[in-house]
């Protein structure tokens, strides 16, 4: 039996793994979205006594 | 036969991504998604649509990650029901092992990244339905108790109340009251299922009621369970989340409901068989479009309320 370079298994494993890729790209963007937001809005801004002193 | 033989079998039980996907039982996950939506947008508080857009996000990886664990330790019950055969790891698909290690792993990440994206009392409810779910219901409930699904059904309730809490920081009537709608549906929406599954659940040794105690008995709760349902159906629309449109949707489901309900009490199983379990079929079926549209007129009366329009 010969072993052809795409195997349905290669392909199976290329979609697992694009999967993953997607996952993770799609990860960062929610990352930097709520990052954007959180930081926009001023929720990790220092209290004013904080900066007077 | 030489060494270099390809071995078949193992390269066709190789997951792929869709497989690792169902493990996160994406059609509850849709219901999960649903009803957490509708808690936050119902909640008085505004939530920016980025923070609630991840926050939904987050609560359905909890949701799914759950689901991953719950097909860890029910694997050897999954294999023997002709409903879960199919499932990723009675099928072969995915191991014990990866299930559980991404069932962990995402419900972690998805208290985590729910506490910092919303608030914490939001990730530790997460948190606690997660648990619910997999330890007081999976492990311990489902295999002891016919009462199983009753208390179990609590941890399906949770997530309308995870949307509220994103929005407000805790828990008010409103949000217990959305939790108690999908609470008291879930004895009548599964004991339907029970019904016309036949054997199933007896085969697997799950003590589910009419395996204990006898179809007549299932068909006697699923009509009180119902009837106790209406009340608190009908009774949420007179509060904060409620109005009109809501009222009228309850009165309708509800009057189905329970004629739904009294049918399938009236039956007995002789009855029942000769017409293919027809009427239980049918209850189940508007099971679904009963809660889903219990918690769509909700979002109505939320969407509407800004235009003077939702709401008493």
Redesign the interface.
Known sequence: ?A?HVE???HK??L??N???ALVLVFFIA?VF??T???VT?GDYEPENSVIQN | MSDASLNTNVQTQEAGFGDYFALLKPRVMSLVVFTAMVGLLAAPVAVHPMIAFASILFIAVGGGASGALNMWWDADIDAVMKRTQSRPIPSGKVTRDEAFAIGITLSVFACIMLGLAANLFAGALLAFTIFFYVVIYTMWLKRWTPQNIVIGGAAGAFPPMIGWAVATGGVSVESILMFTLTFMWTPPHFWALCLFMKSDYKDAGVPMLHVTHGRRVTRNHILVYTLLLAVVAVGMAFTGVGGPIYLTTALVLNGLFIAGAISIWRRDEEVAEADGYKREKSFFGLSLLYLFLHFGAILAEATLAPYGLGGW
């Open positions: 039996m072993i195997h349905e298994l199976r494993r979609g697992r694009v999967g993953l929610i979205g709520l954007v937001v959180k809005r």
